[in-house]
């Protein structure tokens, strides 16, 4: 079956640090790719997305590739901000495309 | 776009009372997502419904959960008795048919707590 698997938090980080959160995934099939966001006392929203192999989906200053021959969705910041502290989910949705199957999340923590 | 709306935002509750759970999608949207949030657990799917009807419980941990969509802008989750274990965030999603194009919508979520 599918699965995500993200890198563990809390990921502590001063601000204007370079940020990256790693995530790989299992899947049949060409799945599509997803970085949602928690902030406190918040529901998930979508951060960005990636439909194929070699997109780059982008917003807010954060980057994703999807990396097909390494099975990775690897997200980036080049410079955090306080504001970025929050929870962070790696998702993928498979053939059928009605479930998202979620990672654990890594929750971000950025000091100023 | 009012987003979806959950209520109550918070609930406490003695173990082996009710607890509903109420969620309203947006309008428009044809599929509707519970999901269970807990530390241990992370991010549960519980059930979802396309179109109102129920498609895939299988998430649902035990009998003493439930879930209804009467219409669409309307879906409850119950569960009955409650036990402390249930206590977690509850969260509704929902979506416009087309994923890739259509991303999930959740709602602020309801925090329960079973003492």
């Known amino acids: 079956g599918n699965s995500v698997t993200q890198m563990e938090g809390p990921v502590t ?25 928690q902030y406190p006392g918040e529901g998930l929203q979508l951060l960005l997305k990636a439909t194929k192999a070699d997109d780059k989906g982008s917003n807010k200053g954060f980057e994703a590739t999807y990396r097909k021959e390494t099975t990775s969705f690897h997200l ?28 654990g999340g890594t929750r971000l923590m950025v000091k100023p | 776009d009012a987003g979806v709306i959950q209520s109550p935002r918070h ?9 509903t759970l109420r969620c309203k999608p ?12 807990t530390m241990m ?12 009807v ?26 009955q008795p409650s036990e402390p274990r ?5 969260f509704c999603a929902s979506r416009r048919t087309g994923f890739v194009n259509s991303p ?12």
């Open chain 1, 13 to 37: 980080l001063s601000e204007e640090a370079f940020l990256t959160i790693n995530c790989t995934y299992t899947a049949t099939g060409y799945p599509s790719l997803f970085w949602y966001v």
């Open chain 2, 86 to 90: 249930d206590s977690a965030v509850y």
């Open chain 2, 54 to 79: 129920p498609i895939d419980d299988s998430g649902m941990p035990e009998d003493r959960f439930s879930a209804k969509m009467p219409n669409a802008s309307f879906s409850t989750l119950k569960i």
């Open chain 2, 41 to 52: 657990r992370g991010l549960e799917l519980l059930i979802y419904f396309n179109n109102n």
């Open chain 2, 11 to 19: 609930e406490v509750t003695e173990m082996g009372q009710e607890v």
């Open chain 1, 76 to 103: 980036e910041k080049g410079s955090v901000q306080v504001s970025d502290s929050a929870v962070y989910f790696c998702a993928l949705s498979g053939h059928a495309g009605n479930m998202l199957t979620f990672g």
């Open chain 2, 104 to 115: 999930l919508h959740f709602g602020n979520g309801t925090r329960l707590t079973v003492t």
């Open chain 2, 26 to 37: 947006i309008s428009g949207h044809d599929y509707l997502f519970w999901y269970r949030q």
